[in-house]
């Protein structure tokens, strides 16, 4: 478990960021590199956005992942702010999870070019209560993932999967375009030693 001081640079903050989205990889059998931590240097101020990561399949050498973005995060820049820093978050990922009680919010109506509303939350970098909501926000976003892939019927390890009970695709990003996992998810197998539909 990471350890807290009672305060933390923005830098050791993204430190932080990279060992969860490492962590959640790993816990979550991702391929490396599905939960990243970009850097988006502006003329001001340099942010960060927590990504998902999706490499086509198959991947060849040199192809590109998907990027998604979880939420951005930057400094915050007023004195009385030093140690906080300030998530962008899209409305529908902000429900995920309570924020941390020493947590500011604050929703943005879209203007005539924004797409969607989204919230600013504000955060303690040093809080024990940041990382764990973080994590929870992008456990929740990787919950609700879908591929851009072209929807697919099953893959060849279909009765892999099956006698798994579980879609066991090595790149768990792009296998959210299967239908057959979604039929495994509610618990319909339709091969195998498992069978029951």
């Given at each position: ?7 933390i ?39 960060h ?44 990922i ?104």
């Amino acid at each position: 478990m990471m350890q807290f001081s009672f305060d933390i640079s923005y830098p050791e903050f993204i430190s932080r960021l990279e060992e969860l989205a490492a962590e959640i990889v790993a816990t979550e059998a991702l391929l490396p590199g599905s939960i990243a931590v970009r850097s988006n240097n502006g003329k001001t101020v340099t942010s960060h956005s927590v990504c998902t990561c999706e490499l086509p399949f198959p991947c060849a050498p040199g192809d590109k992942p998907a990027v998604s973005s979880i939420f951005n995060v930057r400094p915050c820049k007023a004195k009385a702010d030093v140690g906080r820093a300030i998530l962008k978050i899209a409305d529908f990922i902000h429900s995920a999870a309570p924020i941390p009680p020493d947590a500011s919010e604050e929703l943005k109506i879209p203007n005539a070019t924004s797409s969607s509303p989204y919230w600013n939350v504000k955060v303690n970098m040093a809080s024990p209560d940041t990382i764990p909501y973080l994590r929870a926000l992008i456990l929740f976003r990787l919950a609700h993932y879908l591929s851009g892939a072209a929807p697919f019927g099953c893959c060849g390890m279909f009765k892999e999967c099956s006698d798994a009970r579980r879609c066991i695709h090595p790149n768990r990003l792009y296998a959210t375009s299967c239908a057959y996992r979604h039929n495994l998810d509610a618990g319909r197998i339709f091969y195998g030693k498992n069978k029951n539909t």
